[in-house]
């Protein structure tokens, strides 16, 4: 989960459908630019060209009985339905983390080691940020169904991928560290926009000593 700047004024649909007994806040001008301020990727577990996107609420509308949150732009987010499917439980009612608000890299650290996914929180007493990352976690772990073992795996590979090219560019980077073209597409790994970007970035900031050229391309929000 990578911060991501919404744009505003919200969709116009919204205001019109809100009014509407039975409206919808899927409109054509909502998708597009949730897709848009989202760069086509799950917020949740940053996969990329979405072939299932979901409108998320961050939270629940309760099935449309909170008018407000259904048709709130900044409740709507852009997700994946697995993604979306494992937030539908009630233990994330709660609510988890605003990326359109806060930098999640502030607040959490990503990392893959062999085949499992960790996210620590930096405040252990923040609930908002244990469940946020408890979500992202399922994201790619969770296998309680015969999909879910397939969508889970599916993420936890595409990740590891992208891990791959990363560590890649950053060994060519290590044994030349003026390595022009290698910085250029390390530079475009870290971008915010690409798949997986905050385990990425979390991992070229942790080793802040090997490679202090890049630290630039891996800036925190403040706030
Ligand atoms: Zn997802």
Same mark, same amino acid.
């Given at each position: 989960m990578v911060?991501?700047?919404?744009?505003?004024?919200?969709p116009?649909?919204l205001?019109?459908?809100?009014?509407?007994?039975?409206g919808?806040y899927?409109?054509?001008?909502?998708?597009a630019?949730l897709?848009?301020?989202?760069?086509?990727?799950?917020?949740?577990?940053e996969?990329?060209?979405?072939?299932?996107?979901?409108?998320?609420?961050?939270?629940?509308h309760?099935?449309g009985t909170?008018?407000?949150?259904?048709?709130?732009?900044?409740?709507?987010?852009w997700?994946c339905?697995h =993604?979306?499917g494992?937030?539908?439980?009630?233990?994330y009612?709660?609510?988890?983390l605003? =990326?359109c608000?806060?930098?999640?890299?502030?607040?959490?650290?990503?990392?893959?080691?062999?085949d499992?996914?960790m996210?620590?929180?930096r405040?252990s007493?923040?609930?908002?940020?244990k469940r946020t990352a408890s979500?992202?976690v399922e994201?790619?772990s969770l296998?309680n169904t015969?999909?879910r073992?397939?969508?889970?795996?599916?993420?936890?590979?595409?990740?590891?991928?992208?891990?791959?090219?990363l560590?890649?560019q950053?060994?060519?980077?290590?044994?030349?560290?003026?390595?022009?073209?290698?910085?250029r597409?390390?530079?475009?790994?870290?971008?915010?926009e690409?798949?997986f970007?905050?385990?990425?970035? =979390?991992?070229?900031?942790e080793?802040?000593?090997?490679?202090?050229?890049?630290?630039?391309y891996?800036n925190?929000?403040?706030?």
């Amino acid at each position: 989960m990578v911060k991501v700047v919404r744009s505003f004024p919200a969709p116009a649909s919204l205001a019109e459908e809100a009014e509407k007994k039975n409206g919808r806040y899927d409109k054509a001008d909502v998708i597009a630019r949730l897709k848009e301020d989202f760069h086509n990727k799950c917020y949740i577990c940053e996969m990329k060209e979405l072939q299932d996107p979901n409108v998320e609420h961050l939270l629940s509308h309760k099935n449309g009985t909170d008018r407000q949150r259904k048709f709130d732009w900044e409740n709507l987010f852009w997700s994946c339905g697995h =993604c979306n499917g494992i937030k539908n439980n009630g233990k994330y009612d709660r609510g988890i983390l605003d =990326c359109c608000k806060f930098d999640p890299e502030k607040y959490l650290t990503f990392q893959i080691k062999e085949d499992a996914v960790m996210i620590y929180v930096r405040d252990s007493n923040n609930e908002v940020h244990k469940r946020t990352a408890s979500l992202i976690v399922e994201t790619f772990s969770l296998k309680n169904t015969g999909m879910r073992t397939y969508t889970s795996e599916q993420r936890l590979r595409l990740l590891q991928k992208e891990m791959n090219l990363l560590y890649r560019q950053l060994h060519k980077v290590h044994k030349n560290p003026d390595s022009q073209s290698a910085i250029r597409v390390i530079r475009s790994l870290l971008r915010r926009e690409s798949a997986f970007a905050a385990f990425k970035r =979390c991992y070229v900031r942790e080793h802040a000593i090997e490679y202090p050229q890049l630290q630039q391309y891996v800036n925190i929000y403040d706030g």
